[in-house]
């Protein structure tokens, strides 16, 4: 386990290809989400979880359970873009990340993601307490 601070924000180049856009060069709205997605993770792993470990070493699964997302301008074929996301809220059994997608100084897309942990009856549980510790304030 490293000693990150979780409540500085993570951020995450990714480079816009060919695959995310539509036929006018223009990122798909839905690959926002993907983007998102690989941020999360990576802001997880820095502290040493993947979904599979927890899965596996705490019998726990963190699953979205709602995004509010606000399109702001649109990303391109060959652009670097910045996939920012922090903890901002941590309960018992779900945690919220603020996500920020922007290329350069320009805001793409901004979101709100609620993560539940669910056990292995598909239902809510507490969050662990090695992220409690990590995530509660």
């Known amino acids: 386990m490293t000693t990150h601070d979780p409540f500085a924000p993570h951020h995450l180049p990714?480079?816009?290809?060919?695959?995310?856009?539509?036929?006018?060069?223009?990122?798909?709205?839905a690959n926002y989400l993907k983007f998102a997605e690989r941020g999360r993770m990576e802001h997880l792993r820095r502290f040493g979880y993947t979904h599979e470990g927890t899965k596996k070493e705490q019998g726990v699964?963190?699953?979205?359970?709602?995004?509010?997302?606000?399109?702001?301008?649109?990303?391109?074929?060959?652009?670097?873009?910045d996939v920012s996301t922090e903890v901002v809220e941590c309960k018992n059994s779900s945690f919220t990340m603020r996500q920020v997608i922007s290329r350069e100084k320009t805001v793409l897309a901004e979101m709100k993601v609620v993560i539940v942990?669910?056990?292995?009856?598909?239902?809510?549980?507490?969050?662990?307490?090695?992220?409690?510790?990590?995530?509660g304030r």
């Open 14 to 29: 990714v480079r816009v290809y060919y695959e995310d856009t539509d036929a006018g060069g223009v990122v798909y709205y």
């Open 117 to 135: 942990a669910i056990g292995a009856s598909w239902r809510a549980v507490r969050i662990p307490p090695q992220l409690r510790q990590i995530f």
């Open 61 to 81: 699964v963190l699953a979205v359970r709602h995004v509010d997302i606000d399109y702001l301008a649109s990303a391109r074929l060959d652009d670097l873009l």
